[in-house]
DNA sequence: TAAACTCAATAGAGCGCATCTATCGAATTG
DNA sequence: CAATTCGATAGATGCGCTCTATTGAGTTTA
């Protein structure tokens, strides 16, 4: 035996309406024999009259009564979520969860915060900082879309797309034997104390990379929990440290107390990309914040 | 373009349930090919993406979230009407507005009430009191589903049934001079004073109609509203009045100051019949009822 | 590294059933 | 009595849901 269909319940309102199957067909845009045998059939499935058939007077039964005021709540519904989808069907519009590194999240959104609200004006982004490998985990497992961080990165089911190349700067105290070079060479850094941040920061690891091969000598007992804090123990005296381009730029490269200087050439830069889950269903819109971010970082 | 199905909300739930194709189409009794075609159709018409497919993990976008609320919701209130349905389908259970004539009413329900609750225990009898052509009019529009009256009656789109025959009896002041009879015939009520009904009630045409011809005269400037009150008019001594037998019985026979007693053959009747709708869609709880009435009255 | 396994998507066939047009039949109206 | 209204019936048609079989991508195991 067939079940309950959308189509039926519609009919029956039509009927409550209308009180005349023929009006309640045309409501339908159906024939009226075919609204007819739909009802039959309905009633007969639920094994109740709903519909008091006399000439020239149709009426509900007391079934039929409460079977309609059930069905226009479903019909409302079932609208309801037409339109919801009819809002969800812009695809550059709705919520996108976006996650950032902690090194990379306070300097590039200013950068592009207006171009994006311009651009993409029905995108909602809520976003997160997250280190690396948290952010891989979350990304996989729905919890957020999207993530900004330090290329190459490896991870089933996940895809990713270059954004800008990042040179790394060298911040040092005011003052310093440096200070005078318009750029500095890995070697120069030779016998300095270098500053980093704590474990699960990449950009330590970064950092330490370039590094490896000069003679520098990390400070002991010393972990940064954020960029700010190691530029203030590099405005201190403590030592230097490598800071990316855009953490060096405006109000955070212009504190007094530290000076940022560009390497000279072959310029040590690290990767930023996008990555999102090969299986998402915006990639669309993901597509387009990759490209105004990139179009705009740098 | 096909329109919204609830076997697809069933589909989708499933899966938002299960996060698993093959287990959701399991549930829900079809091939994981067909619920997968489905799914997919259904996005196709809601223009919306629902379920993000990754390999080894199924999951909702936050579009298909909000679907799958909604569909939980009609869901239930779909199932909601089969159940509903279901109560409503035993043909012998429910509510029936039934309406019965002010003289039958009080003394026919005593002799059926306890026969009724035992043969048609589901049945609930919302009880009402009209004069006939009331009665009929409230039958056509549908506010009562069954009338117990005085046949014949013609109406349009009305059925009846006959129910039982109701003698009329003759009450009396006790101390009459008719008292001593065993029956009575309708010549020997010549020069009586008769007392009715107020107009409106059958029973006063009723009475009249057997009267014509014999010499009685009606008191003039008084017409009861109940036969209760013409009771107590008896009883006082202004005359008498014909009631029917079931009004003549128990209690209300019995009274002090009041003397019943049968016609001579060939006694007076009345019909009393059951009406409904011919369109009703309680004709087998009617019937049954009639049934029961039939033979309990007399 | 190949083989077995998992799981959703695709292909193609079958047919149930919603839908149509045409017509009937009952009831009402002029 | 003819005309009209209105729902039910009859029979034909075709869409689309459903199935089985298979593919193919990805994962796990030997």
Redesign the pocket.
């Known amino acids: 035996m ?1 079940d309950l ?1 959308l ?1 039926d319940l519609r009919y029956l309102v039509a009927v409550a309406d209308t009180r ?3 009006r309640a067909a045309e409501r339908t ?6 609204l ?3 009802l ?2 309905l009633e007969e499935y639920l094994g109740v009259q709903l519909i008091e ?1 006399a ?2 007077r ?1 009426s509900l039964t007391a079934a039929g009564e409460e079977v309609v005021e059930r069905a226009r709540r479903i019909l409302e519904a079932s609208d309801e979520i037409v339109e919801l989808a009819k809002g969800h069907s812009d695809p550059l519009a709705g919520r996108l969860k976006l996650a950032l590194l902690p090194t990379i999240g306070p300097y590039l959104l200013p950068h592009v915060a207006v171009k994006l609200r311009k651009q993409l004006p029905r995108l909602e982004l809520m976003l997160y900082e997250y280190q690396t490998d948290v952010m891989l985990e979350k990304l996989h497992s729905g919890e957020i879309d999207v993530g900004i961080l330090a290329l190459p990165v490896s991870m ?2 996940l895809d990713s797309c270059e954004l800008y190349k990042e040179p790394f700067m060298v911040a040092m105290p005011s003052g310093h034997r440096l200070e005078k070079r318009a750029s500095i060479k890995i070697e120069d850094l030779n016998d300095e104390t270098l500053l980093l941040l704590e474990d699960g920061h990449c950009l330590r690891d970064q950092a330490l990379e370039i590094c490896s091969g000069a003679g520098l000598h990390e400070k002991q007992d010393f972990r940064a929990t954020s960029l700010e804090t190691l530029r203030q123990m590099v405005a201190s005296g403590v030592g230097i440290t490598l800071l990316p381009e855009l953490a060096g730029r405006g109000a955070y490269g212009n504190a007094r107390g530290v000076v940022i200087r560009p390497f000279a050439k072959p310029v040590p830069t690290r990767t930023i990309g996008a990555v999102w889950r090969k299986s998402t269903a915006r990639r669309s819109v993901i597509m387009a914040l990759a490209k105004q971010i990139s179009g705009s970082a740098l």
């Open positions: 067939a269909k189509k005349h199957f023929g845009f159906v024939s009226q024999p075919t007819s045998a739909q039959k059939k058939r000439p020239k149709v089933d089911g």
